[in-house]
């Protein structure tokens, strides 16, 4: 069974620009997460989406944004990028809401320059 | 506000000795634990889970100890392999909903 793939995997911006990553869960997983992970701050929760629905989000600007399709695959965009958004973005998934455990696919990081 | 916390950013272990790495909550409505094992260049992988019903879960090598009194939960490894290199992340949440991570603590096994 196929793990939690996401694309870039590497990609460069410059401040201002927008990005839109994608995450595709394992297969028949419903609920979708997304976390920041920079250095000593461990990993952010930024949002949570089931059924197409956000049902949990973090404290993030709302520079940060979110959505999932009817097919549970997610994307995650951040506008107008600051030097501080430079940093790897995980994605995880679990077979539906308040099951505990997640699985994680290798993340995107994203440089701002 | 920090509400898992990995105070021991990093460790060093020989080989074949016992790893623990240590981990503190602050919020008393976790009731599910867990850790994660992270490789450089790799998502985290699940690595053992507690539920606050238990004080104690083992799989393998990994033993996991709660101590709910103190806000406290430990992972201990034994015994400790090179392969154990990495990064490990405590995590929480309350009836098993959003997960909340420590900062991680980066193990270095010497051989």
């Known amino acids: 069974k196929a793990g939690v793939t996401q694309t870039p995997r590497y990609l460069i911006k410059t401040r201002g620009q927008q990005v839109t990553l994608s995450c595709s869960p394992i297969s028949g997983h419903r609920s979708v997460s997304w976390y920041q992970q920079t250095p000593g701050q461990g990993l952010q929760f930024l949002f949570e989406?089931?059924?197409?629905?956000?049902?949990n989000k973090g404290n993030f600007p709302g520079r940060f944004s979110g959505r999932q399709f009817s097919n549970s695959r997610s994307e995650m965009n951040v506008s107008t990028l600051e030097l501080g958004d430079s940093a790897l973005y995980l994605c995880?998934?679990?077979?539906?809401?308040?099951?505990?455990?997640?699985?994680f696919g290798e993340g995107s990081r994203l440089t701002v320059l | 506000d920090q509400q898992v916390k990995q105070n021991s950013p990093s460790l060093s272990v020989q080989e074949g000795r016992i790893s623990i790495l240590n981990c503190d909550y602050t919020?008393?409505?976790?009731?599910?634990f867990l850790w994660y094992k992270k490789y450089p260049a790799e998502g985290p992988t699940f690595l053992i889970s507690?539920?606050?019903?238990?004080d104690k879960n083992e799989d393998g090598r990994f033993t996991v100890f709660l101590n709910k009194s103190a806000k406290h939960l430990s992972l201990h490894i034994v015994p400790s392999q090179p392969g154990d290199s990495a990064v490990y992340f405590c995590a929480a949440s309350a009836s098993k909903g959003k997960l909340t991570f420590g900062t991680g603590t980066r193990l270095t096994i010497i051989p």
């Open positions: 995880a998934s679990s077979l539906a809401l308040h099951t505990g455990e997640l699985f």
């Open positions: 919020n008393s409505m976790f009731d599910y």
């Open positions: 507690i539920s606050s019903i238990k």
């Open positions: 989406y089931f059924s197409e629905t956000q049902r």
